[in-house]
């Protein structure tokens, strides 16, 4: 998901390229954008609502990907995939959920031919306690199968395994795991971490797997989309994601389970969204790998047929990478020449893999991470990776902390064939930090935490207005649950509000070595 931006120049002229340069990533991004003919029934997008048709379907909407070898764990790989973008965390009565009628697939292409080897697939089913309420938990949720939460979720993960493009073979990994519920607030969810642990499962085969909700972790200003950061320039450094939650799965696997072998470590990885049709098919609707592609990349008459598409297709538009149209437009506008094409350089970072960083022997060019599982995690990850020396980060694989829209800004504008530049959006982190240890993501915002809800909590104290729900609700038959629920929705609204997180402005530029 995203769009690329930054003003650390001070000259309007040279901060304004940054705007433009958002779009720069094109060259590194579409050219995997290859378009393929699709069939009547593929449809959609991924990421952050960047594309016409997934951007009414938030449900099935992949914003971003990541993979890296766990910190925690070396011999594992940890691998990360988000939907349902931008949930307002105070959006009740009717939280996020994954959706019952969908396949979230992550897919591993263990030795670069573009081709699927593994495919790691979650399926879920949604379970009600009380059909006669439409509240989310009539009660404090101590647990995930705490009677006073009124709707949950489960999931089973299957393994399949393929061959040229066929099945040859199916296991169940695992069947009804818990799924971690929306984050209601603190009066709700007094204790939302004991339910994230409870959350995290062992699967066999020494696999660990989480579903549920987490805090977005993208982080980067996307005022662009507002004539270019207010018009002038006035409003950037802002991360716009703060405060905003996302649908998480989250999967811990050995490294020799997706691996080719030893000595050859590198992998591809990938996921996508299907979703069945009317008549029964299931159809791609999403799908995503390397960040920062579809959403400002592919023109609108591209998008939804991208997302439809297979990775062993992407070499037929390498064009597009090696002769991106991005830079020669912000030379035609601000007079910053364009590196010399053909800009093989972003084939590498963005179709191949970096040679003897992440480039598998005999590689396809195609769009997805690519992840040298051999590499060690460091103890403290530099958010420019492999620009700034740490090849344990993007674009070698994603971790959270990478700072994957200056990277890639950076990268489209030349910074490896020598035009230096500290292009970017001055978000550098994270708003919130993340865990040690497995899923990693940030906990959710609660819905409490919003401004409304915080001067919702300060009147409730005053007028005595205090304590739980479970404890009257014992002795009530359906008629009055259905009486107290109506007058507790629109009582919740008032009280909840509309929370929304400030944003932050900071921005100190960072010199670092390029890629050699």
């Not at 939650?245 to 811990?252: D, G, K, R, S």
């Not at 929370?499 to 402005?505: F, P």
Request: charged share 25%; with cysteine.
């Amino acid at each position: 998901m995203a769009v690329i931006t930054r003003s650390v120049w001070t000259r309007p002229g040279r901060g304004s390229i940054a705007l433009l340069a958002c779009g720069a990533l094109a060259g590194g991004g579409l050219a995997a954008a290859g378009v393929t003919v699709l069939e009547p029934r593929a449809a959609a997008a991924s990421s952050h609502r960047e594309a016409p048709l997934i951007s009414g379907q938030p449900q099935f909407d992949n914003t971003d990907v990541y993979a890296f070898v766990s910190p925690d764990h070396p011999d594992s790989t940890t691998l990360v995939a988000n939907w349902l973008p931008f949930q307002e965390p105070a959006g009740g009565p009717n939280f996020y959920t994954f959706a019952n009628d969908a396949r979230y697939d992550i897919h591993i292409d263990s030795d670069g031919d573009a081709q699927d080897d593994l495919l790691y697939r979650f399926t879920f089913k949604d379970h009600r306690k009380n059909e006669n309420t439409f509240l989310y938990n009539t009660g404090a949720v101590e647990s995930l199968d705490d009677p006073d939460l009124n709707f949950t979720q489960t999931y089973d993960i299957d393994l399949l395994r393929l061959a040229h493009g066929k099945t040859v073979s199916r296991h169940k990994l695992a069947k009804s795991l818990p799924v971690a519920p929306s984050n209601v607030g603190k009066a709700s969810m007094p204790d939302y971490q004991k339910l994230r642990d409870q959350a995290v499962q062992k699967v066999p085969g020494g696999l660990k797997a989480f579903a549920g909700q987490a805090d977005d972790p993208f982080f980067l200003d996307l005022r662009v989309f507002d004539l270019l950061y207010g018009g002038d320039l006035s409003e950037v450094g802002n991360d716009t994601l703060k405060g905003y939650n996302v649908n998480t799965i989250a999967l811990q696997v050995p490294n020799s389970y997706i691996r080719e072998s030893e000595k050859q470590p590198v992998v591809g990885i990938y996921s996508t969204t299907e979703r069945k049709s009317a008549s029964g098919h299931w159809t791609r609707v999403s799908r995503l790998g390397m960040p920062l592609v579809n959403e400002v990349v592919n023109p609108v008459k591209d998008k939804d047929k991208f997302n439809a598409s297979s990775p062993e297709n992407d070499g037929d538009f390498l064009k597009n990478v090696t002769e991106p149209e991005l830079p020669k437009l912000i030379e035609g506008i601000y007079k910053i020449k364009a590196p010399a094409e053909p800009r093989n350089d972003l084939v590498s970072v963005f179709l191949t893999g970096v040679k003897d960083v992440n480039q598998p022997p005999n590689v396809t060019p195609s769009e997805m991470l690519r992840l040298n599982t051999s590499i060690k995690p460091v103890a403290e990850p530099k958010r420019l990776g492999v620009l700034d020396g740490d090849n344990a980060g993007f674009p070698n694989g994603r971790r959270l902390t990478d700072d994957v829209l200056d990277i890639a800004l950076q990268v489209v504008e030349g910074e490896l064939v020598g035009s230096k530049n500290d292009l970017g959006d001055a978000v550098d982190a994270n708003d919130k930090k993340f865990a040690a240890s497995f899923p990693y993501v940030a906990l959710p915002t609660s819905g409490s935490d919003g401004r409304k809800a915080a001067e919702a909590d300060t009147k409730a104290a005053a007028t005595g207005l205090t304590g739980g729900v479970s404890s009257i609700t014992a002795s009530w038959d359906d008629n009055t649950v259905m009486l107290v629920s109506a007058a507790s929705g629109a009582a919740g609204v008032l009280l909840v509000g509309l929370g929304t997180a400030y944003v932050r402005s900071r921005r100190h530029p960072v010199r670092r070595s390029w890629l050699g």
